[in-house]
């Protein structure tokens, strides 16, 4: 088994084209249950809006099938490798109102573009420390009349019926790296306290989904974000190689044959 990573990300599950792959799937796993949300904020032709941490983009094509020609979908993200080509595959598919911009949300500097009709963030205060200061923001950069859609996991909620013999182990690790590494596994459920922290107040509305899947489908997702974990876990002597081994296969193979 061979590790990959990038040096200098901040992000903890790293920049390879491994996880840029993974990040694909995971955004479109996510497609329903932002269209969800989206079509109770119902954005309207001509709006101008924001998807902050935008990663592969997929929420940004919702958003401007929405928002359509006259409209304007901005995405800003740390990785500008990543975002660029977003936009890029976006436009050859014919929305020409999508653009990127290169930002860090957690600086002081204003989000550019602002402000805007719709701000959209999804898995963005899961993984900064920073995460109040980082809401102020985005609600900073709604206009008047606007809309603030935020969307993150629990990780806490995450597990299989019948368990299996992995779940504790696989739980623990991922619970324990993310937050080591700062995150907070629990972003999704305490999402309406961030708010009033952030002086937003509480949220006119949420939405609470959890997702049942087979788990033959579910193990190709897990087995990405342990392996895109993994560099970050070694490098914080949280596991060895040794360890990484028996995080995954063969015990993959088997809970998937299980699970058929």
């Known amino acids: 088994m061979s590790i990959e990573t990038e040096a200098g990300s901040t992000y903890v599950l790293g920049t390879t084209q491994r996880e840029y792959e993974r990040v694909r799937r995971q955004a479109e796993v996510w497609q329903r249950a932002a269209e969800r949300v989206l079509d109770r904020v119902d954005p ?6 924001l998807d902050a941490g935008c990663g592969p983009g ?15 979908v901005v995405g800003i993200d740390v990785d500008e490798a990543l975002g660029a080509d977003s936009v890029a595959r976006l436009r050859d598919e014919g929305h020409g109102q999508c653009e990127f911009r290169a930002h860090d949300l957690r600086s002081d500097t204003g989000i550019p573009g602002a402000p805007y009709d719709l701000v959209y963030a999804r898995l963005v205060l899961f993984h900064l420390p920073e995460r109040v200061a980082v809401l102020g923001r985005l609600w900073d950069a709604v206009a008047p009349g606007g809309h603030l859609v935020v969307q993150d996991y629990d990780l806490a909620a995450v597990g299989s019926v019948p368990r299996m013999p992995l779940d504790e182990q696989l739980a623990g690790f991922v619970a324990g790296a993310f937050t080591a590494a700062g995150c907070e596994v629990r972003a999704g459920a305490l999402l ?16 609470v989904a959890g997702r049942l899947d087979r788990l033959v489908d579910a193990v190709p997702m897990l087995e990405g974000v342990v392996r895109s974990l993994l560099p970050a ?13 028996a995080l995954l296969a063969p015990e993959w193979a088997v809970v998937a044959r299980r699970a058929e």
Do not use: W
């Open 233 to 245: 876990a070694i490098g914080q002597g949280m596991v060895t190689e040794s360890d990484a081994h």
């Open 192 to 207: 309406p306290r961030l708010f009033e922290q952030a002086g937003v107040g509480l949220p006119d509305a949420t939405d």
């Open 58 to 72: 997929v929420t940004m094509r919702q958003l401007a099938q929405r928002v359509g020609p006259r409209g304007r």
């Open 44 to 49: 309207a032709p001509g709006s101008r809006c």
